[in-house]
T-cell receptor, first 116, second 117 residues
């Protein structure tokens, strides 16, 4: 089945450690996104990528990094510079092109990151 | 800058009641897209509906209906005869047409809907 796979489902980070969240999609979507969700809050955009080898910062990019070496994959690294990383992280993808703004984003099941 | 406001943080109703979730948006773009998503306790976001800014027709899908009014910048969502399975957090989101909307979605903070049996 086509979809977006995020792993792991739960992740724990030690102080000063970088961790990487995986996001893979087989929907053949060009655009991919990372969002952060805090309790009682909406989703906030961290990074997005419209094509391979290109990505842009979203509203809260500080302390995070991404790569887009393959169309299917958009991993997110939470660096030690991110002082408050505990949150629920959601990856999404979307068709682009003509009428692209009209296309909904499809989301993965999310990764819950906590500090040890 | 674009903004989405969902003023209702939490709504609790008894099963079979009708319930309306409010969404008010701000944008300077003349072409934009509005979405509703459902987030059940399991955490994934489920797409419910999208609406173009130039299409003000209301839409009904089973027990769900959406009322889009550009004059008041609102895109409200009504569930008729609510069921316990409707319990979830519901998000309204906005995408502007600039660059094909590829910049990502702007989300409201969500409304936690509780349907009591």
């Amino acid at each position: 089945d086509g979809g977006i796979t995020q792993s792991p489902k739960y992740l724990f980070r030690k102080e000063g450690q970088n961790v990487t969240l995986s996001c893979e999609q087989n929907l053949n979507h060009d655009a991919m996104y990372w969002y952060r969700q805090d309790p009682g809050q909406g989703l906030r955009l961290i990074y997005y990528s419209q094509i391979v080898n290109d990505f842009q910062k979203g509203d809260i990019a500080e302390g995070y990094s991404v790569s887009r070496e393959k169309k299917e994959s958009f991993p997110l690294t939470v660096t030690s510079a991110q002082k408050n990383p505990t949150a629920f992280y959601l990856c999404a993808s979307r068709l682009t092109g003509v009428g692209g703004g009209n296309q909904p984003q499809h989301f993965g099941d999310g990764t819950r990151l906590s500090i040890l | 800058a674009q903004k989405v406001t969902q003023a209702q943080t939490e709504i609790s109703v008894v099963e079979k009641e009708d319930v309306t979730l409010d969404c008010v948006y701000e944008t300077r773009d003349t072409t934009y897209y509005l979405f509703w998503y459902k987030q059940p306790p399991s955490g994934e976001l489920v797409f419910l509906i999208r609406r173009n800014s130039f299409d003000e027709q209301n839409e009904i899908s089973g027990r769900y209906s959406w009322n889009f009014q550009k004059s008041t910048s609102s895109f409200n969502f009504t569930i008729t005869a609510s069921q316990v399975v409707d319990s979830a957090v519901y998000f309204c989101a906005l995408s502007e047409a600039l660059r094909g909307g590829a910049d990502g979605l702007t989300f409201g903070k969500g409304t936690h809907l509780i349907i009591q049996p």
